[in-house]
């Protein structure tokens, strides 16, 4: 195990956390009450990210729900999750052309 000596020089980073806004849990979800996130928790979800990133036949069998509340609950999920959503393709190249590319020095590796 290695030891830092007190003359080693650390940056440090400011971590700053948003005590106003409360964490959003299972029961934020819409149509999720005590029983349905009980389900949920017991079948390992605990966050709202493994939520909304499930299909809903994958989450209706893994916590005993129907596919349709499945659906409205991932639903739900990606929209406090806020893990966005449908891209255009026009929208996409916009942002692929604004994406800064590094040279190598060497004109036939950067083509």
């Known amino acids: 195990m290695t030891k830092k000596t007190a003359s080693e020089n650390v940056d440090e980073e400011e971590i700053v956390i948003d005590v106003d806004e409360p964490e959003n849990t299972i029961e934020d979800l819409p149509g999720v ?3 349905t996130a009980e389900k949920l928790r017991e079948a ?8 909304a990133v499930m299909s809903p036949v994958e ?4 916590a005993e729900l129907g596919e349709a509340v499945a659906a409205k609950i991932i639903a739900g999920a ?8 449908f891209l255009s393709g026009t929208a996409l190249l ?3 052309r604004q994406v800064q590319k590094l040279t190598s020095g060497t004109s036939s590796l950067d083509e």
């Open 44 to 51: 390992g979800f605990e966050e709202l990210l493994a939520i």
């Open 78 to 85: 990606k929209k406090i999750a806020d893990i966005g959503g």
């Open 59 to 62: 989450l209706a069998e893994q």
């Open 94 to 96: 916009d942002r692929r």
């Open 33 to 35: 009450g005590p029983a």
